[in-house]
């Protein structure tokens, strides 16, 4: 069985530009959630979708925006890059979003290199 | 709010010796509580949580945890630590109400496995 995949797996942007980040959640699981981390950080979260409607958003600034598609994938999208949004970005998928006791699985993640 | 503190955020031990990494965290409603471990240029896997009942958790890979209330404690064990066991190992916080769509994790602890 497919874990959650995301693509791309590595890219290198330009201060100012826009990136769009993807990520297709395990067959069944209807919450995707992203996260940013830093390198030498831990993750930090973003946002949440659970059944195409955002549960939740972290404390990260407007430029960072994010759906849900019909099929439960999600895309994360972030505007006028800075170099401090280099990071690794990770989504994760539940089969429910209500419940932080339900396992969430990871995706390897998007290197994002922003110069 | 809640927050997770590693201490330590390097651990060297020899092969076969006991691995011990510490978290405490902070919350104002009963945590569920995880482990995830990553591997370099890899996504997060869980290794065991906590959400109610029994306070020492098992998980994969031989590791352990024991959930302490009175010491707001969620220390990660292993008797024998083996040279695949070297990765970073994140403590995580979420809550049974309130902001329970999200985890929230600490730094990060490398663990070294020296032969």
């Known amino acids: 069985d497919a874990g959650v995949t995301q693509s791309p797996t590595h890219l290198i942007k330009t201060r100012g530009q826009h990136v769009t980040l993807r990520c297709s959640p395990i067959?069944?699981?209807?919450?995707v959630s992203w996260y940013q981390q830093v390198l030498g950080q831990g993750p930090q979260f973003i946002f949440q979708?659970?059944?195409?409607?955002?549960?939740g958003r972290g404390n990260f600034p407007d430029r960072f925006s994010a759906r849900q598609f019909p099929n439960y994938s999600s895309e994360l999208n972030v505007n006028a890059l800075l170099l401090g949004d280099s990071a690794l970005y990770l989504c994760?998928?539940?089969?429910?979003?209500?419940?932080?006791?339900?396992?969430?699985?990871f995706g390897q993640g998007t290197r994002l290199t922003v110069v | 709010a809640q927050s997770v503190t590693q201490l330590g955020s390097h651990v060297s031990v020899s092969e076969g010796a006991l691995v011990l990494l510490r978290c405490n965290y902070s919350?104002?409603?009963?945590?569920?509580l995880f482990w995830y471990v990553q591997y370099p240029n890899q996504g997060l896997q869980l290794l065991l949580k906590?959400?109610?009942?029994?306070?020492l958790v098992k998980g994969i890979n031989g590791f352990e945890a024991e959930f302490k209330k009175s010491e707001t404690s969620f220390h990660l064990t292993k008797p024998s630590a083996h040279m695949s066991d070297a990765a970073e190992y994140f403590c995580?916080?979420?809550?049974?109400?309130?902001?329970?769509?999200?985890?929230?994790f600490g730094k990060g602890t490398l663990l070294t496995v020296n032969p």
């Open positions: 994760a998928s539940k089969i429910r979003g209500e419940n932080m006791n339900t396992e969430a699985f």
């Open positions: 067959s069944g699981h209807k919450s």
């Open positions: 979708y659970y059944e195409k409607e955002e549960r």
């Open positions: 919350s104002s409603v009963p945590p569920y």
């Open positions: 906590y959400t109610t009942g029994a306070t």
């Open positions: 995580a916080v979420s809550s049974s109400g309130g902001s329970n769509y999200k985890l929230t």
